[in-house]
């Protein structure tokens, strides 16, 4: 037995310093380059422990600490990252999911729209010039189905300088207004209808203040008067008691208001019918399509002296043209380009009068009326004539109506019925 063999017993005595007697030798460690496989077989590697509180990305809290083990103390977490708290946002190396971009992204828009379009009501709303033209008086028609606008033209040059009167021809007479067209438009279930009133109607007028401050006494003369003596609140008086039908909502327009409104649209199409040409208005055109600028349009509704009918000629020239106007005006292209619409609203809005009462929405319904009456979904028509050269006491030219006719049309009108085709 060799000295190695005699240590592992338990009762010999042990080289290595191993206890004697009885038990086990304690096994004494392995000389280097031995191992219990054999000679020259490799010793195993003992498993390394679990790396505990290794070091996190940079940027990212450290890890916690980990408890030590038997006889050690534990080992400390991994260092906080510098630079402080990250801002609100993805997780590092993550982007925003796609529909949350596009949620944020619409509703970003949606607000901007609204502050846009708040904006622009209360802006173009803040440009309306109201006038107490609809007040009571002993008398006026009830209130009848529908709703009836009364649309003035007057030939009001506020606004336009001497160079520009004598641009548009206008003459330089700025003392007072006089309404150069009137126009009832109903709007209701029976249908829109445009229904323009000679300005040399001969009615009767009735009483009202003077500019003196007197009364002036009823009488009879061109409705064209009650518009020059007492504006927009007489010549409602008069249109309401002459035809019996409730005036809901006024609306009048002058020279440099219609000229603007016009160019801001970049013109207007029409389809001239024959060539005209008139030295009073200034006006000079061919027949055919083509677009007229705010001078030539206003030129346009004015002149009669081409017409064999002279004015009535002239109303139908001014239903065709707003119609025109109105239709082209109403148009997307015109209300969603800001290019436009902000010259369009301005240039309408800045000088048009209307009634107390009257809104932005009432104004919507007008042109969208206006623009059915042109497509063929209305009708226009005038009053309805029985003299259209009625020589008065003075010996001046004025216009009768058809008193039968006539109260058919304004019965259509007060109970919102088809109105029936005159001749």
Not at 2 to 11: D, H, I, K, L, V
Not at 207 to 223: D, F, R, S, Y
Not at 373 to 402: F, Q
């Given at each position: 037995?060799n ?6 017993q ?14 086990p030798?304690a096994?004494?460690?392995?000389p ?13 590697r003992?498993p ?20 030590g083990?038997?006889?050690?103390p ?14 609100a ?8 999911p796609r ?9 970003g ?23 107490n033209?609809?007040a ?12 009836n ?5 007057s ?7 001497d160079?520009?009167?004598?641009d548009?021809?206008t003459?330089h007479?700025?003392e007072g207004?006089?309404s150069?067209?009137m ?5 209701g279930?029976?249908g829109?209808?445009?229904m ?38 007489l010549?409602v ?6 035809t019996g039908?409730?005036?809901?909502h006024?609306a009048?327009?002058?020279?440099a ?7 801001s ?7 001239i019918?024959?060539?005209v ?7 000079d055109l061919?027949?055919?399509d083509q677009?007229?600028?705010g ?11 081409q017409m064999?009918d002279?004015?009535l000629?002239r109303?139908r020239?001014?239903?065709?043209f ?6 082209q005006?109403?148009s997307?292209?015109t ?8 010259p ?7 000088t ?7 809104g932005?929405?009432d ?18 028509l005038t ?8 020589r ?5 030219s004025a216009?009768?109506w058809?008193a ?6 304004f ?9 029936p085709?005159?001749?």
């Amino acid at each position: 037995m060799n000295t190695w063999q005699q240590g592992r017993q338990g009762g010999g005595g042990n080289p290595y310093g191993g206890n004697g007697g009885g038990g086990p030798a304690a096994e004494p460690p392995l000389p280097a380059g031995l191992s219990p496989r054999g000679p020259g077989a490799p010793a195993p590697r003992r498993p390394e422990p679990p790396r505990y509180g290794s070091v996190p990305a940079q940027g990212t809290p450290g890890g916690p600490s980990r408890p030590g083990g038997p006889g050690g103390p534990g080992r400390p977490g991994g260092p906080s990252g510098s630079g402080g708290a990250r801002p609100a946002g993805p997780p590092a190396g993550k982007r925003w999911p796609r529909k949350r971009i596009v949620k944020w992204s619409v509703f970003g828009v949606l607000i901007a729209v609204m502050v846009t379009a708040v904006s622009t009501w209360f802006w173009a709303d803040s440009k309306l010039d109201h006038e107490n033209v609809l007040a009571d008086y002993p008398g006026r028609p009830a209130a009848g189905k529908g709703t009836n606008w009364l649309i003035v033209g007057s030939d009001s040059r506020q606004g336009l300088t001497d160079s520009q009167q004598d641009d548009l021809h206008t003459g330089h007479d700025t003392e007072g207004k006089r309404s150069d067209s009137m126009m009832i438009l109903h709007i209701g279930d029976g249908g829109n209808t445009l229904m323009s009133i000679p300005r040399d109607s001969w009615v009767p007028i009735p009483e009202h203040p003077g500019g003196n401050g007197k009364t002036v006494k009823a009488t009879t003369a061109k409705i064209n008067s009650a518009f020059g003596n007492g504006g927009g609140r007489l010549l409602v008086q008069t249109v309401e008691q002459n035809t019996g039908i409730h005036i809901d909502h006024y609306a009048e327009i002058g020279f440099a208001g219609f000229v603007g409104v016009v160019d801001s649209i970049g013109g207007v199409e029409m389809n001239i019918e024959q060539d005209v040409k008139d030295k009073d208005s200034g006006l000079d055109l061919k027949a055919g399509d083509q677009t007229l600028t705010g001078k030539q349009a206003l030129a346009f509704v004015r002149q009669r002296h081409q017409m064999a009918d002279q004015d009535l000629g002239r109303m139908r020239n001014q239903q065709k043209f707003l119609g025109a106007l109105a239709h082209q005006a109403a148009s997307p292209g015109t209300l969603l380009n800001p290019f436009t619409f902000y010259p369009l609203v301005d240039s309408a809005l800045g000088t048009l009068i209307v009634d107390d009462d009257c809104g932005l929405t009432d104004l919507g319904s007008l042109f969208l009326a206006m623009k059915d009456v042109n497509g063929g979904s209305g009708k226009t028509l005038t009053v309805p004539i029985g003299n259209p050269d009625y020589r008065t006491k003075t010996g001046e030219s004025a216009v009768l109506w058809d008193a039968a006719k006539s109260k058919q049309v304004f019965d259509a009108f007060k109970n919102d019925t088809a109105v029936p085709d005159i001749k």
